[in-house]
């Protein structure tokens, strides 16, 4: 990854901050954003004291100007972009407790508008700057795709963010795909699961070691990555 620029959305813990640390240790220039500046600042403040390379900016993906001034930026810092990951997201309520039934409207417009409009406005605001061999990952989980009792809403905007990944993978030239790494241990899941940084490993093989035209317009589960790497 020597000498890419990379996106990282929801960059500020979790997933994607263990991402960002991964790209970067793979020597890429990581471009972190979140609604937290201070959080998002101290993610890329970690990274160059570890000898990495990285900007923090404050963005919020529900505001198309936010991200596409984002874009911009990382676009001048690195000449282009070369992957980009679409991973921030939002719940309201606690997993496996917010059933459709319960749910209010401003959490499903939000859901929807941070999950689902967000990975929309992240990957059309980064088309004028993407390389032409650049990739997209789109983070999701199984609740996108297998129905699960409580997860309302949340899981609704997940399935759409799918959707719209696939979509761009028939659109564009550059590859798009769906990586679900399972269950992790974050806030989401009450700290049980895979550990982020061992996650962060299978979003950098997606973005680099992985053949670009096999993962055109797939989804990359657990086991995919597991078949594919040994």
């Not at 407790?97 to 417009?109: G, M």
């Not at 997209?136 to 989980?141: D, E, F, H, N, P």
């Not at 799918?162 to 700290?191: K, N, R, W, Y």
Request: charged share 25%; proline share 2%.
């Amino acid at each position: 990854m020597d000498g890419q620029t990379a996106v990282v959305t929801g960059g500020s813990r979790g997933i994607g901050a263990a991402v960002a640390h991964a790209f970067a240790d793979a020597g890429a220039h990581v471009v972190v954003c979140a609604r937290d500046g201070d959080a998002v600042s101290t993610v890329a403040e970690e990274i160059r004291e570890e000898g990495g390379s990285a900007t923090g900016i404050r963005a919020d993906v529900r505001d198309e100007f936010d991200v596409e001034r984002l874009m911009e930026q990382a676009a001048r810092e690195g000449g282009g972009i070369d992957i980009v990951v679409a991973n921030a997201g939002v719940y309201h309520g606690t997993p496996r407790e917010t059933p459709l039934t319960r749910e209010s409207y401003s959490a499903f417009d939000d859901h929807l508008r941070t999950n689902a409009r967000g990975v929309f406005a992240t990957i059309r605001e980064a088309l004028p700057h993407l390389a032409p061999d650049a990739r997209v990952l789109v983070s999701s989980g199984v609740v996108a795709r297998d129905t699960r009792a409580g997860f309302g809403s949340y899981a609704v905007s997940k399935a759409a963010a799918e959707s719209v990944a696939m979509h761009f993978a028939d659109d564009i030239q550059q590859a798009v795909c769906v990586v679900d790494p399972g269950q992790v241990a974050t806030d989401l899941t009450g700290g049980q699961g895979r550990d982020t940084a061992d996650v962060a490993l299978q979003f950098r093989w997606a973005a680099s070691d992985a053949d670009a035209d096999t993962i055109d317009g797939t989804l990359l589960d657990r086991r995919a990555y597991r078949q594919a790497t040994g």
